[in-house]
């Protein structure tokens, strides 16, 4: 019987449009994740604490693809190590931080609507938030501190694949997929059970309706993405059981945090806030023209 291959397959991406499209999502999830992180903070629109987390886990993800970019190396065959070792680790750990962030922004709005009317919200009990918070990050932080490690003893095993730089050796990967398999595989009764719980407590029609329109739009938000979050599962699959990367699962996994923004983003609050600025950026502009405007007709005078 013939021995079983530890390393990957690895074939790096020479096409530099496929490589610049890759590049593009990610930064448009970072950038369009960063607007909505921050408009939600500043504006002080309602939220759960843990899609706080939520979007920050993948702007975390969106800047770890990104790394080599930033640093000018992406289309270097061989990049500094110290780059590529810190993205491989960050590559291989940061599935893990937005698939469990997700597991918990679900588990968050399934405990409210289940629960209704008859139990508090579960921001009333601090420590089961604190601890949905801080568990996803803690168990990045491990693995990246694990990955890190490995990278330094070895680090003529990482290698730019094209897009990023990653380890040609497949026990991380198997790691890493082995996490999000089963993080991913977590969500599945929860996502039944809230469909059950939104079916059984919303009445639009009853003002005492356990669940408002607007969790309701929320919880449909995190039940959409958290399906699209199987895709994860299927990509895990992939890295679990092959020995080759592939663009083409790269690129849709790249699109899961545009998804995010368009899912998160569209949303009125986000609107009128935005609204309220630009309304507000108008009028101070107009203010200081019309200063402008009387400062010289004085001096003119």
Request: proline share 3%; aromatic share 12%.
């Amino acid at each position: 019987m013939d021995p079983i291959p530890d390393s990957i397959e690895l074939k790096a991406s020479t096409d530099e449009t496929i490589a610049l499209l890759f590049i593009a999502l990610e930064l448009s999830g970072a950038i369009g994740m960063s607007l909505i992180l921050l408009t939600a903070m500043v504006s002080r629109v309602k939220r759960l604490a843990t899609w706080y987390s939520f979007c920050v886990s993948w702007i975390i993800s969106c800047i770890s693809y990104s790394l080599l970019y930033f640093s000018g190396e992406i289309g270097s065959p061989e990049p500094r190590k110290s780059i590529c070792i810190t993205q491989a680790s960050l590559i291989y750990s940061v599935p893990t931080l937005t698939a469990s962030s997700t597991l918990a922004l679900l588990i968050h709005s399934w405990y409210n609507v289940h629960f209704g009317l008859s139990k508090q919200p579960l921001e009333s009990n601090s420590r089961v938030v604190i601890a949905l918070l801080l568990v996803p990050f803690a168990l990045w932080i491990l693995l990246l501190l694990g990955f890190l490690l490995f990278g330094i003893k070895s680090s003529s095993l990482v290698h730019n694949f094209g897009f990023y730089c990653t380890f040609m050796q497949i026990l991380p990967s198997k790691i890493s997929s082995l996490f999000v398999i089963v993080t991913t595989f977590a969500t599945v009764p929860i996502q039944v059970s809230l469909g059950i719980s939104l079916c059984r407590n919303f009445d639009r029609t009853n003002t005492s309706s356990a669940i408002s329109v607007q969790t309701l739009q929320m919880v449909i938000r995190v039940f959409t993405f958290s399906f699209l979050i199987l895709i994860g599962f299927a990509e895990a699959l992939i890295h679990l059981l092959t020995l080759s990367r592939i663009e083409a699962v790269d690129i849709i996994m790249a699109l899961l945090p545009v998804f995010g923004v368009l899912i998160f983003g569209i949303q009125k609050d986000l609107f009128q806030a935005w609204s309220a600025w630009t309304r507000m950026f108008k009028s101070r502009s107009n203010y200081r023209d019309g200063i402008g405007k009387n400062v010289v007709e004085t001096v003119g005078t």
